[in-house]
């Protein structure tokens, strides 16, 4: 499986506060931005698989609603988590 217990405790201790608090949205985002790029690998090898292209879309819209909350909330960290992720908003 590409996402392991260990990898997500990786990701939210690196971008969330702990490992353990799996709630932050920079955690959320970054774990999303994880599952999207591997989606998107899947797809350049299955561009005919339309599920897995339909649950890429719906996967960059929840980040998206969450990089919007975090930018009304709070610009720096908003802002923080786009240069550390190289995302392009």
């Known amino acids: 499986m590409y996402l392991t217990k260990e990898i997500k405790e990786d ?8 490992a353990k608090n799996t709630g932050s949205a920079e955690g959320q985002i970054a774990l999303f931005t994880f599952r999207i790029n591997h989606l998107t690998e899947h797809l350049k090898q299955n561009r005919k698989d339309f599920n897995t292209e339909r649950s890429l879309v719906k996967l ?13 909330k709070d610009i720096m960290r908003y802002r923080a988590i786009v240069k550390e992720l190289g995302l392009r908003k």
């Open 60 to 72: 960059v819209g929840k980040r998206r609603s969450l990089l919007d909350y975090l930018a009304k």
């Open 11 to 18: 990701i939210f201790k690196k971008h969330g506060k702990d």
